[in-house]
């Protein structure tokens, strides 16, 4: 129905307004309607606290909700957590209609609170708008089923491949629409990871800041070194590892999994993302192409590594997309997963 993708689309829209506050808990938004009439919005501002689904039912204020419609991204949860079961609160509420946008991927609660809410009587419908909801959580919903963090490869690059100068020098290669976006993700990100020289050269914050540069948020910062002894010396806030083969890159993944990191930005340079790239543990590419060409044979290209033996060992890519960020571009994809 026309009506349930618009309703569908605004609690999309809540739902990005927790973008890196919700973690390890997805971000979702929720509005309730009757008669084509807004009653009550929400989205998961901060984990730990109330949910979508309850905020905009206490959004709705005094307005009945008898007979009225909610709209949620994601199924209801039907457990109870930090926060009680959002399912008992929908049926208390009188909510006689659920519209959802995708169901929980956790296997312990897939369709579970669909059959709670059918069980006392409630219609449900959907997915709606399955594709854009998938999206929005595609971090969490890695992490919930299989406890490794959605890994994001990000590289900015000139036209040519280049990500630096032979001297390592990078700044800056892409515009400022583009860098603006890198705060976004970086906002998104509960870790960032870059490699030695990259931390070296450039002096990384990898904060997020807004546009006065007031610091709105520091993610864990993780360095990636063969010489791990020689940063011993550096500030608090840092952590360096060794992340020489695939076997060291799972058992690490494995580790921020279980200390409830649902997302790894992976920001550079060209070794890491090969190494990265090499093990199989990359989820997605963003590569930011500026419009240069910087030439070179000493300039750094993108992605290092060893040197493949034919143009069949190229990597595939996915479900690829490119957009527009002011005078860049960027071109995203999901590394296709090698058979094992």
Known sequence: ??????????????AKRGLGTTSPNPMVGAVTVRNGRLLGQGWHVRAGEGHAEVNAIRDAGRKKLRGATLYVTLEPCSTTGRTPPCTEAILAS????????????????????????????VETAGPVCEAECLLLNEAFFKWITTRRPFVLLKLAETLDGKIAAQNGSSQWITGEPARRHVQMLRRWADAVMAGAE???IDAP???????????????????????????????????????DTPGAWDQFLARLGAENV????????????????????????????APKILGGRGSRPSVGGENPASISEALALEHAAVRRLGRDFVFSGYPKKQEI
């Open 94 to 121: 009188g909510i006689s209609r659920v519209v959802i946008g995708c169901t929980d991927p956790n296997p312990k609660h897939t369709g579970r609170g669909i059959a709670i809410l059918r069980g006392h009587g």
């Open 205 to 243: 914050r990898f904060t997020v800041r807004d546009a006065d540069g007031n610091v709105l948020k520091t993610p864990r910062r993780i360095i990636v070194t063969h010489h791990i002894d020689s940063f011993r010396d550096a500030p608090e806030g840092w952590e360096f590892v060794s992340l």
């Open 262 to 289: 649902t997302s790894l930005l992976i920001e550079g340079g060209g070794e890491l993302a090969a190494s990265a790239l090499r093990a199989d543990a990359v989820d997605k590419v963003e590569f930011h192409i």
């Open 198 to 200: 990259t931390y070296r």
């Open 1 to 14: 129905m026309p009506d349930d993708v618009k309703w569908m689309r605004l609690a999309i829209r809540l």
